[in-house]
C-alpha cells in the first residue's frame, strides 16, 4: 500500500513562506502525476497545484499562480509546494496526493492516494 507523508506545515506571519514536502513509498513515483489540495473549515477541498509525471507540465489555482511554484525530486519520491507571500485566506489544511486516475489533475476525482494532511496556519 503507497503512502504518502506531509510535512512542513506551521504557523506563519502574513507575507511570510513555507514549504511543504510530500514523500511517497510508492516504487511507480517517477510516472506519477502529483497534486496539492487543501480544505479550509467549512468549506469543500479544492485544487492548489498539480505536476505531471514527466514535471514538465505545472497547474496552479488561480488564487495561488505567482506564489506557489510545485515541484518534484524522483530520486527522493518528493514532491514539494514552496509556497511564498502567505496570506490568511491560505489558512488550511494541505493534502497531497497521488494523481492514478484518469481526468483532469484539477479535479480530486484525479486522485486515488492522499495523504494525512498538514496544518498551515496564517496569521494576519
Known amino acids: 500500500q503507497i503512502q504518502l507523508v506531509e510535512s512542513g506545515g506551521g504557523l506563519v506571519q502574513s507575507g511570510g513562506s513555507l514549504r511543504l514536502s510530500c514523500a511517497s513509498s510508492?516504487?511507480?513515483?517517477?510516472?506519477?502525476?502529483m497534486g496539492w489540495f487543501r480544505q479550509a473549515p467549512g468549506k469543500d477541498r479544492e485544487f492548489v497545484a498539480a505536476?505531471?509525471?514527466?514535471?514538465?507540465?505545472?497547474y496552479y489555482a488561480d488564487s495561488v499562480k505567482g506564489r506557489f511554484t510545485i515541484a518534484r525530486d524522483n530520486a527522493q519520491k518528493t514532491v514539494y509546494l514552496q509556497m511564498d507571500g502567505l496570506k490568511s485566506t491560505d489558512t488550511a489544511v494541505y493534502y497531497c496526493?497521488?494523481?492514478?486516475?484518469?481526468?483532469?489533475?484539477?479535479?480530486?476525482?484525479?486522485?486515488?492516494?492522499w495523504g494525512q494532511g498538514t496544518q498551515v496556519t496564517v496569521s494576519s
Open positions: 496526493a497521488r494523481g492514478g486516475l484518469s481526468g483532469p489533475l484539477t479535479t480530486p476525482s484525479r486522485y486515488d492516494i
Open positions: 510508492g516504487r511507480s513515483f517517477s510516472i506519477d502525476s
Open positions: 505536476i505531471a509525471w514527466s514535471g514538465d507540465r505545472l
